[in-house]
T-cell receptor, first 112, second 112 residues
Framework: QKEVEQDPGPLSVPEGAIVSLNCTYS??????FMWYRQYSRKGPELLMY????GNKEDGRFTAQVDKSSKYISLFIRDSQPSDSATYLC????????????FGRGTSLIVHP | DVKVTQSSRYLVKRTGEKVFLECVQD?????MFWYRQDPGLGLRLIYF???????EKGDIPEGYSVSREKKERFSLILESASTNQTSMYLC???????????FGPGTRLTVT
């Protein structure tokens, strides 16, 4: 079992839909939870991060962490074609090197 | 804005050639990383460096070496390129908050 599991998709939704992207993990030491967005032929860019449990909102994006279930989510409201990208979750533990463990990424397609 | 640049966006090399991929950052940060990204496998860490002349193996170091002679520059070397090293190579640095990674645009390497 991989430390971080993420469904690769693709996930195809109509413009305006609410999108839910998810990752599960097995390492209870993870404390930092990140979401990266990667457009085609580009490097990933950090979208949001959350420390420990709880929710964090930034515009149309909401990141949610449930440590008891070892489950994290990224919600995108009012999705736009420009949101079409691959979304990678990443997690790291506090202390030590902070080197993140990445999910394999979910491909999202938002069609007009 | 954080700037991480990579020497080439696209590279085509022949089997057995020595290949140099260079990464340059303008953030004066200690930590630099090399990943490869393949469909279905996600991001895999090859090597990382905490400081000048220091290097640590990641998850898949076989067939690769690295060099860090100056703080801003981290080079990935394929001593004798093979077709299974055809991949997207991504350089990253950590930001002020160690959990954040900033990625370069990537180098798509094809070995024929």
């Amino acid at each position: 079992q991989k430390e971080v599991e993420q469904d690769p998709g693709p996930l195809s939704v109509p413009e305006g839909a609410i999108v839910s992207l998810n990752c599960t993990y097995s390492n209870s030491a993870f404390q930092y939870f990140m979401w990266y967005r990667q457009y085609s032929r580009k490097g990933p860019e950090l979208l949001m991060y959350t420390y420990s449990s709880g929710n964090k909102e930034d515009g149309r994006f909401t990141a949610q962490v449930d440590k008891s279930s070892k489950y994290i989510s990224l919600f995108i409201r009012d999705s736009q074609p420009s949101d079409s990208a691959t979304y990678l979750c990443a997690m790291s533990s506090s202390g030590g090197s902070y080197i993140p463990t990445f999910g394999r990424g979910t491909s999202l397609i938002v069609h007009p | 804005d954080v700037k991480v640049t990579q020497s080439s966006r696209y590279l085509v090399k022949r089997t057995g050639e020595k290949v140099f991929l260079e990464c340059v950052q303008d953030m004066d940060h200690e930590n630099m990383f090399w990943y490869r990204q393949d469909p279905g496998l996600g991001l895999r860490l090859i090597y990382f460096s905490y400081d000048v002349k220091m290097k640590e193996k990641g998850d898949i170091p076989e067939g690769y070496s690295v060099s860090r002679e100056k703080k801003e520059r981290f080079s990935l070397i394929l001593e004798s390129a093979s077709t299974n090293q055809t991949s997207m190579y991504l350089c990253a640095i950590t930001g002020d908050s160690s959990y954040e990674q900033y990625f370069g645009p990537g180098t798509r390497l094809t070995v024929t």
